[in-house]
Antibody
Framework: QITLKESGPTLVKPTQTLTLTCTFSGFSLSTSGMGVGWIRQPPGKALEWLALILWDDDKRYSPSLKSRLTITKDTSKDQVVLTLTNLDPVDTATYYC????????????WGLGTLVTVAS | SSELTQDPAVSVALGQTVRITCQGDSLRIYSANWYQQKPGQAPILVIYYENIRPSEIPARFSGSSSGDTASLTITGAQAEDEADYYCASRDSSGNHVLFGGGTKVTVL
């Protein structure tokens, strides 16, 4: 059974950097084809894809947010970390991590999500 | 293009059939996934690779594709199918993931 859980701060101030951790089980990011992605959803709005990291350390970012995003993995801990710099209130959203079983990067199993509010 | 377009909302009578569409140039090349999201919950995968249903998803959910449009059909909609539905696929470069804007399905 694959499970993922997001963790990180619930409230951050504008201009600060957000660091979120995805801890997963049921698969290994050292297995060929596996990936973990991040997706966010502002309150009442649509899903927005942010980033993906694959088993071979291939990293892909949303073109519109690429300059602010970094994704890394720690295979030994079964964790993926996403950082988003220079936060603005429009970054307020529920942030999800999700397992991707193919190089296409489309999410399969999702975590429950974590709500991050950006406010002073 | 770098967009997947969905109708914002559709309604269906209980037990009837509803089709939700997702349009985008990249769908001519890449297949779509479909996700169901109920209020306050994370999305769940209902269709992948255009028309494959995970084992736990009811058989009334099916997917198809033609040209630049992918479709999700619910045959015999139930009250519990009331939710937001999102399509997703790769963009034209193949390197990024796109989500549609979502379709709110109301079961009357």
């Amino acid at each position: 059974q694959i499970t993922l859980k997001e963790s990180g701060p619930t409230l951050v101030k504008p201009t600060q950097t957000l660091t979120l951790t995805c801890t997963f089980s049921g698969f290994s990011l050292s297995t060929s084809g596996m990936g973990v992605g991040w997706i966010r959803q502002p309150p009442g709005k649509a899903l927005e894809w942010l980033a993906l990291i694959l088993w071979d350390d291939d990293k892909r970012y949303s073109p519109s947010l690429k300059s602010r995003l970094t994704i890394t993995k720690d295979t030994s801990k079964d964790q993926v970390v996403l950082t988003l710099t220079n936060l603005d209130p429009v970054d307020t959203a529920t942030y999800y991590c999700a397992h991707s079983p193919t190089v296409a990067g489309l999410p399969s199993t999702w975590g429950l999500g974590t709500l991050v509010t950006v406010a002073s | 293009s770098s967009e997947l377009t969905q109708d914002p909302a559709v309604s269906v009578a209980l037990g009837q059939t509803v089709r939700i569409t997702c349009q985008g140039d990249s769908l001519r090349i890449y297949s779509a996934n479909w996700y169901q999201q109920k209020p306050g919950q994370a999305p769940i995968l209902v269709i992948y690779y255009e028309n494959i249903r995970p084992s736990e998803i009811p058989a009334r959910f099916s997917g198809s594709s033609s040209g630049d449009t992918a479709s999700l059909t619910i045959t015999g909609a139930q009250a519990e199918d009331e939710a937001d539905y999102y399509c997703a696929s790769r963009d034209s470069s193949g390197n990024h993931v796109l989500f549609g804007g979502g379709t709110k399905v109301t079961v009357l």
